[in-house]
C-alpha cells in the first residue's frame, strides 16, 4: 500500500473522530459546551450550527472523493476555533488544561496536511464542479 494513501487515512480518521466525537457535547447541551459558546455570544444556534458543520466536515473527510472539501472545511472550522480560544475564550477552558485548544490544533494540522496532500483532486473536483480550468 502507498505510503500516502496509509498517511491520508490515518490523519483523516484521526481529524474525523475529533471532529464527530464533540457532537455529543454540542447537541445535548452540555453545560460546558454552552458555557462556550455563551461566552463567544452565539448560544445556542452556534453551538448547534458548529455541530452541523463539525458533522459535514468529519463525513466529507471520511468519503475518498470530498476529502478536499472536508479538509477545507475542517481548517476553517478550526482556525476559528484557535482564533476564538486566543481572543475570547483563552487557552484553557473549564479547567481542561488547554486540550480543546490543543485538539483544534491537531486538526488543523491533519486538515492542511490532507489539502496537500489531495490538491490535485481538489482541483479537479472544483473544474467539475463549476466547468472551468482552475
Not at 470530498?66 to 481572543?87: D, E
Not at 485548544?101 to 463549476?130: D, K
Amino acid at each position: 500500500m502507498n505510503v500516502k494513501v496509509v498517511l491520508s487515512w490515518l490523519l483523516r480518521i484521526a481529524a474525523a473522530v475529533i471532529l464527530l466525537q464533540t457532537l455529543y457535547f454540542k447537541f445535548n447541551g452540555h453545560p460546558e459546551s454552552v458555557d462556550l459558546f455563551t461566552k463567544l455570544g452565539v448560544e445556542p444556534w452556534g453551538r448547534i450550527g458548529t455541530g452541523i458543520i463539525e458533522l459535514v466536515a468529519g463525513i466529507l473527510l471520511l468519503l475518498p472523493r470530498t476529502v478536499f472539501f472536508g479538509a477545507l472545511l475542517g481548517a476553517g472550522l478550526m482556525a476559528g476555533a484557535i482564533l476564538s480560544h486566543l481572543f475570547v475564550l483563552g487557552i484553557e477552558s473549564a479547567g481542561d488544561g488547554g486540550q480543546l485548544f490543543i485538539l483544534a490544533w491537531v486538526v488543523l494540522a491533519c486538515c492542511l496536511v490532507l489539502l496537500w496532500l489531495n490538491r490535485a483532486s481538489g482541483m479537479q473536483l472544483i473544474r467539475q464542479l463549476t466547468g472551468r480550468p482552475v
